[in-house]
């Protein structure tokens, strides 16, 4: 935490302890709400304590959070800096993410129109460039990239060191998966989206495990779709720390078996009466 106390220190932090780690420890200068797991249980109910634990913890922030722009930073994820070496401010950057208009029904290929030096490319639709309400800002990182498991295993040296100034809207109708290391969201938009939408029993210790995430961005992007809400991925960018996967064939087939059942299900979903399109994401997620 100490690396991120120039950022950090000026906000309220909500830590939910993961149930299985030891101690927490925080050093002092920071506003923070620790939750651990008796707080867990006394909200969700033991029958359901269960789906807070490993990686999935990060989402009973999100319940417990009552501020309008919720960002969330993995443990494992230190600051990153710039090609000029300066700090990035990771909440700076969500928050402008989340509070400029995202463009999902054309794709400028200049990225956001909304960044500083940029602006809308040469026939681009007037009418479209008031844009729609960002919902989720997703931000990427360096060093150890967010690979599946058969990846990290085939390629466990490949590291992202590429900085990249950039940030874009996800097109109208584009899927996309999600990681909570480095994301940031209008819970009035989205709030009641963000849950552990789907979680393999015994499984989310470690994030190539994680699946509840990935399940979740499908979900999210196919409501923001629905709503005419934005989605915007790039920076800010984060530095995750290394990763050693260790994978076992079975789990490997059974996790690409439900992540195919799962886009389908949203895609059919999709093809439902408007009226009937958020009801039913929601309830499938849940």
Known sequence: MEEWRPIFSRFRLIIV????????????????????????????????????????VRYFGYLVSNKKYTIAIDDDCS?????????????????????TPATPFFFNTLYDPYQKGTNFVRGYPFSLRGGVPCALSCGLWLNCADYDAPTQALKPDMRNTRYVDAVMTVPLKSMMPMSGVNIAFDRELVGHA?????????????????????????????????????VKTGIPMGEALEGSPIVKSRKVIKELEICGFTMMFVLDVSQ???????????????
């Not at 993961?18 to 620790?34: A, R, Y």
């Not at 090609?83 to 950057?93: M, N, R, T």
């Not at 439902?272 to 039913?280: A, I, K, T, V």
């Open 17 to 56: 302890k993961d149930p299985d780690l030891e101690e927490v420890k925080i050093p002092e200068g920071f506003d923070v709400c620790v939750y651990t797991e008796s707080d867990i249980v006394k909200v969700i109910g033991s029958t359901k304590a269960s789906l807070f634990s490993g990686y999935s």
């Open 79 to 99: 600051p990153a800096k710039t090609k000029d070496g300066d700090l990035v401010d990771i909440v700076a950057q969500h928050l402008n993410n989340l509070k």
């Open 272 to 286: 439902f009466p408007n009226s009937d399109l958020c009801g039913l994401v929601l309830h499938g997620s849940v």
């Open 194 to 230: 963000m849950l552990p939408a789907l979680k393999l029993v015994k499984e989310g210790k470690v994030r190539w495990e994680t699946k509840e995430d990935v399940c979740c961005g499908l979900v999210v992007k196919t409501v923001c779709d629905h709503l005419k809400l934005g």
